[in-house]
Nanobody, 124 residues
Framework: QEKLVESGGGLVQPGGSLRLSCAAS????????IGWFRQAPGKEREGVSC????????YYADSVKGRFTISKDNAKNTLYLQMNSLKSEDTAVYYC?????????????????WGQGTQVTVSS
């Protein structure tokens, strides 16, 4: 059974860093497109960063470019999101996702499996 389990969220001060992890089971993450999404209260879900299985080039939303880095460890079958220089507007529930298809737009409907979400709160 395919499953994604996130960890690493929490409370951090502005300017701080967090690393989110997403452990996959029941499938080989390296065969899939991968992504991180977030949803803040009262806002729509936003694609933060994605890597398509077709080319491996990462996409980043403009709001996180230069501050966030997506990566994966194939040996651990785990996806990561390193978040630096965090801002209050990064506060949201963060979700990891995996999809068997090529990802073109880093949108939720391109993905098949989702984690349960982890809360990230940036506040002093």
């Amino acid at each position: 059974q395919e499953k994604l389990v996130e960890s690493g969220g929490g409370l951090v001060q502005p300017g701080g860093s967090l690393r989110l992890s997403c452990a996959a089971s029941g499938f080989i993450l390296d065969d899939y497109s991968i992504g991180w999404f977030r949803q803040a209260p009262g806002k729509e879900r936003e694609g933060v960063s994605c890597i398509s299985s077709s080319d491996g080039s990462p996409y980043y939303a403009d709001s996180v470019k230069g501050r966030f880095t997506i990566s994966k460890d194939n040996a651990k079958n785990t996806l990561y999101l390193q978040m630096n220089s965090l801002k209050s507007e990064d506060t949201a529930v963060y979700y990891c996702a995996a999809g068997i298809r090529t990802v073109l737009f880093c949108e939720g409907n391109e993905f098949d499996y989702w984690g349960q979400g982890t809360q990230v709160t940036v506040s002093s």
